[in-house]
């Protein structure tokens, strides 16, 4: 199998200064960065073209699917890490994104930890990305996949893909704190089915952005 992971273009999250929700759509700069990947991807062979619920990474995977001529499936594992509702639309610079700011940093190596105890914790986060990738293993193995979705989901599955099964926490979370994802970067992985294991072959290529 080869992979495409794609991160979705810009939201006005952060001209507004608020924290990104589910359904916030892509600012015009967003569109024209989907537009600039899906230019870049019509080049490759893609069979199938797969897709996060909300809205920034389905509005930059309909632009996508429009240039290569594939209908777009959607998952329900490879949305973004759920926050806490109560940060959803909160000012950046407010008292309660200050107070969930110096509580992650106290509980910053807590895999297990969610804000209050709501939304989801990066174990959460992970079980998903596994999910996701025992699910392209059975249906997808000799197919070219198209995935768009979000920075903290690529970054995990990128690093699960590169650990395998057993992992450490620390090395996990040193990681996953080290790597970021442009809007519209582009990472490229393989799996062979014989040696059952994945290859990074290219991480966030975003040129076709600048």
Same mark, same amino acid.
């Given at each position: 199998?080869?992979?495409?992971? /794609? ?7 952060? %001209? ?11 600012? &015009? %700069?967003?569109? +024209? ?7 870049? +991807? &019509? ?5 199938? /073209?797969?897709?996060?619920? =909300?809205?920034?990474?389905? $509005? ?15 998952? &329900? ?9 109560c940060l959803y639309e909160v000012d950046l610079d407010s008292r309660l994104f200050m107070e969930y700011l110096s509580a992650a940093k106290k509980f910053e190596k807590d895999l297990d930890w969610r804000f209050d105890g709501a939304g989801e914790s990066i174990r959460d986060l992970i079980v998903r990305v596994r999910r996701f ?13 198209? /995935?768009?979705?979000?920075? #903290? ?11 395998? %099964? ?31 294991? =994945? ?7 975003? #040129?076709? /952005? $600048?």
């Open positions: 199998m080869n992979l495409y992971l /794609v991160r979705h273009g810009k939201t006005g999250a952060k %001209e507004s200064n608020k924290q990104q929700t589910p359904t916030l759509h892509l600012s &015009e %700069e967003g569109r +024209l960065q989907a537009l600039a990947v899906a230019k870049r +991807l &019509e080049k490759e062979r893609i069979d199938v /073209v797969i897709s996060s619920k =909300w809205y920034r990474a389905f $509005e930059t995977a309909a632009i996508i699917s429009k240039r290569v001529g594939l209908d777009i499936k959607t998952s &329900e594992w490879i949305h973004e890490k759920k926050y806490n509702p990738q025992n699910y392209l293993i059975k249906n997808y193995i000799n197919q070219n996949v198209l /995935v768009v979705s979000h920075g #903290l989901f690529i970054r995990a599955f990128i690093i699960l893909a590169i650990l395998g %099964e057993k992992y450490d926490d620390d090395i996990f979370y040193q990681i996953y704190t080290s790597i970021s994802i442009n809007n519209a970067g582009v990472s490229y992985l393989d799996y062979s089915i014989d040696r059952n294991r =994945w290859g990074l072959i290219y991480f966030n290529d975003h #040129l076709h /952005v $600048e």
